[in-house]
């Protein structure tokens, strides 16, 4: 899942940092991000589904900035995304302290990292655009 994670952050500071110059067309959009089993796969089916999900709230947030949505449409695929991965990490995290999962406090810290960063970046966003009204 590193190889997610590295993606979503790439997206994440991408899409606030960079002016999207024109959108695409729908028909053209091809997802950031793809799901495999043999990238991504854990075993563990809970977490496969969930990870597919996420992947799913990012190419929604993805398309929406290259599409050149309206800023509301892109604060709530933000703001769907991060709820969702708020969530899959409580719930990772709950599997990992019942089973004893000995990386457990490493990957806790990891997980409250990013979201921080992606708290970080709600904030940025809504800082950003309330000052141009856009």
Not at 14 to 22: A, E, L, N, R
Not at 32 to 51: C, I, P
Not at 113 to 128: D, R
Request: aromatic letters at 12%.
């Amino acid at each position: 899942m590193a190889k997610a994670k590295i993606g979503l952050y790439v997206l994440l500071f991408s899409c606030f940092f960079q002016p999207v110059v024109g959108g695409v067309q729908a028909s053209e959009y091809t997802p950031l991000m793809q799901w495999t089993e043999e990238q991504y796969g854990t075993t563990v089916s809970k977490f496969d589904e969930e990870h597919k999900n996420l992947f799913r709230f990012v190419n929604q947030l993805h398309r929406s900035i290259v599409e050149s949505r309206e800023r509301s449409i892109v604060k709530h695929n933000l703001d769907a995304l991060v709820s969702y991965v708020v969530e899959h990490f409580r719930s990772e995290e709950e599997m990992m302290q019942s089973k004893g999962f000995e990386g457990y406090e490493a990957h806790k810290r990891s997980h409250d990292k990013f979201v921080e960063t992606c708290v970080n970046l709600q904030e940025q966003f809504a800082g950003k655009y309330s000052k141009t009204g856009t």
